[in-house]
């Protein structure tokens, strides 16, 4: 965490992380960058990775003029009406002032700071191509020798969490990768030459696609291959505009 007595202009801010990420470029779920207008100015910045009402609360808690996040609201097909836990949580960013900034896709593909690129450099990956839908999904080789049980040791420490594995035990020479909830990739890993492919979630099919494939598949949590970016994120901002900022882990098992 940087500290700091200085402050920025919140459309600063906001059109920063916008150009830093080239938000306009991705067509995506959700609306990225200013999502709750707050004060004009930051000086101070919470970081995590989804606007649960805990992240708020915590927001709240230590003074943060905006909170940065991964997760923010208004998804696509979802009711937009603010009551129960929506109004709760848009609420407590108007009570408080707060501003609150979200990047979805934009976050998962910066080739430095995002989830993918930060997941990478856990992992012990060199990144060599992309794949996917807007080439969000990263190919590439693991930097020494490595089998899949090698691999599942080295997300088990780098993530804090044992991933769930399948595949039988085998030298890997390809690997893809994609953060968070991206089991949908597996068949176009699979096309791109992956031996195996890591991300956050898995859905019963992708058991059987990874299996009759031959294509190891590890599942390493949504929230836990996910914390990274936003943390890299926010140190950018902070080194640029010489904000305060602080990372909270509201822990999710999934």
């Known amino acids: 965490m940087a500290m700091t007595t200085t402050s920025a202009a919140t459309a600063d801010v906001v059109r920063y992380l916008d150009e830093t990420l ?3 470029r ?3 779920y959700c609306p990225n960058g200013l999502q709750v ?3 004009p100015r930051i000086g101070k910045v919470v970081a995590g990775v989804t606007a649960c009402q805990a992240l708020l609360d915590a927001a709240v808690a230590r003074g943060a003029d905006a ?7 208004f998804w696509r097909g979802e009711n937009p009406a603010l009551v129960g836990i929506r109004q709760r949580r848009i609420k407590t960013l108007l009570d408080h002032d707060i501003n609150l900034l979200a990047y979805h896709l934009p976050l998962d593909a910066h080739p430095e700071l995002g989830n993918n690129a930060q ?3 856990r992992l012990g990956l060199v990144a060599e191509g992309r794949f996917g839908e807007q080439d ?3 190919i590439g080789r693991p930097d020494v020798e490595l089998t899949l049980s090698g691999l599942a040791g080295r997300a088990a420490q780098a993530l804090d969490r044992l991933p769930l594995v399948v595949g039988e035990d085998k030298p890997l020479r390809r690997i893809a990768w994609c953060t968070g909830g991206a089991q949908g990739y597996l068949e176009a890993a699979i096309a791109a030459g992956a031996d195996a492919y890591i991300s956050g979630e898995i859905s019963e099919p992708t058991v059987h696609l990874a299996r009759e494939s031959g294509v190891a598949y ?3 949590g949504h929230h836990a291959t996910e ?3 936003v943390q890299a994120l926010a140190a950018r901002l902070a080194e640029q505009f010489g904000l305060e900022w602080e990372f909270v882990d509201i822990d999710n098992p999934v």
């Open 22 to 24: 080239e938000a306009a």
């Open 26 to 28: 991705f067509k995506d």
């Open 37 to 39: 207008e707050g004060r």
């Open 67 to 73: 909170v940065l996040v991964h997760h923010g609201y």
């Open 119 to 121: 997941l990478a450099r």
């Open 136 to 138: 969000i999904g990263w």
């Open 218 to 220: 590890l599942a390493c």
């Open 227 to 229: 914390r990274y970016g």
